[in-house]
């Protein structure tokens, strides 16, 4: 199994249990550098997605969870 497979599992089942997910949440919570790429991969399996842009310390980022209504 690749890193890539194991960060999409671990990714996949953090936001199937109705959390959300940031970039730097994901640096640390799964050693993954680069949450777009994993968001896209998961897109392509049929997951629905979300990304909402907000503000933190005067810095834009997205936060990616489930979007369950569609």
């Known amino acids: 199994m690749t890193a890539t497979v194991s960060q999409n599992?671990?990714?996949k089942?953090?936001?199937l249990?109705?959390?959300s997910l940031t970039c730097l949440e994901?640096?640390?919570k799964f050693s993954c550098l680069r949450l777009g790429?994993?968001?896209w991969e998961l897109k392509k399996q049929g997951m629905n997605i979300k990304p909402e842009f907000i503000e933190i310390?005067?810095?834009h980022i997205v936060k990616y969870s489930l979007n369950f209504l569609s």
């Open 9 to 11: 599992e671990a990714i």
């Open 13 to 15: 089942a953090h936001l």
């Open 17 to 19: 249990s109705g959390k």
């Open 26 to 28: 994901a640096l640390y």
């Open 37 to 39: 790429a994993r968001i």
């Open 57 to 59: 310390n005067g810095k």
